[in-house]
C-alpha cells in the first residue's frame, strides 16, 4: 500500500470551510484515483468525492455544490474543500488511493491505501 498522510480539519461553525489534503501516493505516473470517504459516530463510512486519474471528479449528492476535489499533479497532493459546512457534515473524513481503473468509486472497499483520518467538527 501507498503511505498516504492527511492534513486539515478541525472545528468549525456552521456554514464555514475546511480544506483537507491528502499525500504520499507513490508512483504517480501510471496515473491514480483518490476519493474521500467519511464515518460519523454509529454511521458506516460513506462516499463523498472522489478525483481520478483523468481528473473527473465525483461527488455524493450530500455535499454536491458544496464541497470540491482537485489534485494538485506538480506536487502530488489532493484537496477537499468544504464550503457551507453542516453539523450533518461532522465526522472523520478519509482519503484513499487506488492505482487501477474500475467502474465503481464509491466502494471503500475498491481502494488500495488509506490515510490516517482527520476529524471535523461542525458546530452550530
Known amino acids: 500500500q501507498a503511505q498516504l498522510a492527511q492534513s486539515g480539519g478541525g472545528l468549525v461553525q456552521a456554514g464555514g470551510s475546511l480544506r483537507l489534503s491528502c499525500a504520499g501516493f507513490g508512483r504517480t505516473e501510471s496515473g491514480y484515483d483518490t476519493a474521500w470517504f467519511r464515518q460519523a459516530p454509529g454511521k458506516r463510512r460513506e462516499f463523498v468525492a472522489a478525483?481520478?486519474?483523468?481528473?473527473?471528479?465525483y461527488y455524493s449528492d450530500s455535499v454536491k455544490g458544496r464541497f470540491t476535489v482537485y489534485r494538485d499533479n506538480i506536487r502530488n497532493i489532493v484537496y477537499l474543500q468544504m464550503s457551507n459546512l453542516r453539523l450533518e457534515d461532522t465526522a472523520d473524513y478519509y482519503c484513499?488511493?487506488?492505482?487501477?481503473?474500475?467502474?465503481?468509486?464509491?466502494?471503500?472497499?475498491?481502494?488500495?491505501?488509506w490515510g490516517q483520518g482527520t476529524q471535523v467538527s461542525v458546530s452550530s
Open positions: 484513499a488511493a487506488r492505482w487501477y481503473s474500475s467502474a465503481s468509486y464509491r466502494e471503500v472497499a475498491d481502494y488500495e491505501a
Open positions: 478525483v481520478d486519474f483523468r481528473a473527473a471528479t
